[in-house]
């Protein structure tokens, strides 16, 4: 089965700063997506990009990015010119692109604080 | 509007008593599912669904138990066998092609008193 790991509990960063968060993953498969997930206070789950493995062009949406590294099984975010509103739990997500792979699993999530 | 319910958001149960979560999308999502996620943890599968009158054990399936005899709908029992229910329960539902992320409803907080 595939496992997803962020190795980041806790990070913080200053406002307007930049910060990585990070994840890898294991996986036997060459087709797959991955995704990072932010959670608020309010809990509720709200995509915050997605990128296809056979992408080879890191995906970006307004000031988030990812690293994609495929070779290294690794899957950053970074958060630019970070804004008190990003202050949440993130969630990296890996899932199969067969489509009888419907399986979606998490990582334990990284708690992002941001100070003013 | 389109979108995934889950209800109710708050559900105190007695020990020993089975409950149910509901959970409903207008989506037309074929693949549907359920997390557990404890304070300060991350999001663990229960159970998914990928098509009507089928579905998969997650990682943490016992005491759960589930059914999808719609589309729409993938209701979750929690059992009296669940040793320590008490726990934020979030559904979703994504499509199988293409490919798509997953849509979540709002959650359910489950307390045993």
């Known amino acids: 089965a595939q496992t997803v790991t962020q190795s980041q509990p806790e990070m913080s960063v200053q406002e307007a700063e930049t910060v990585t968060l990070s994840c890898t993953y294991d996986t036997s498969e060459s087709d797959y997506y991955l995704f990072w997930y932010k959670q608020p206070p309010s809990r509720q789950m709200i995509l915050v990009i997605r990128q296809e493995a056979y992408k080879q062009q890191n995906a970006t949406e307004n000031r988030f990015s990812v690293n994609f590294q495929k070779a290294a099984k690794s899957f950053s975010l970074k958060i630019s010119d970070s804004q008190l509103g990003d202050a949440a739990m993130y969630f990296c997500a890996y899932r199969s692109g067969e489509t009888s792979g419907s399986r979606l699993t998490f990582g334990e999530g990284t708690q992002l604080t941001v100070n003013p | 509007d389109g979108g995934i319910t889950q209800s109710p958001k708050y559900l105190f149960r007695k020990e020993g008593q089975n409950v149910t979560l509901s959970c409903e999308q207008n989506l037309n999502h074929d693949a549907m599912y359920w997390y557990r996620q404890d304070p300060g943890q991350g999001l663990r599968l229960i159970y998914y669904?990928?098509?009507?009158?089928?579905?998969q054990k997650g990682d943490i399936a016992e005491g759960y138990s589930v059914s999808r005899e719609k589309k729409e709908s993938f209701p979750l029992t929690v059992t009296s066998a669940q040793k320590n229910p008490t726990a934020f329960y979030l559904c979703a539902s994504s499509l199988l092609s293409p490919v798509s992320e997953a849509f979540f409803g709002q959650g359910t907080r489950l307390t045993v008193v």
């Open positions: 669904s990928q098509i009507v009158n089928d579905f």
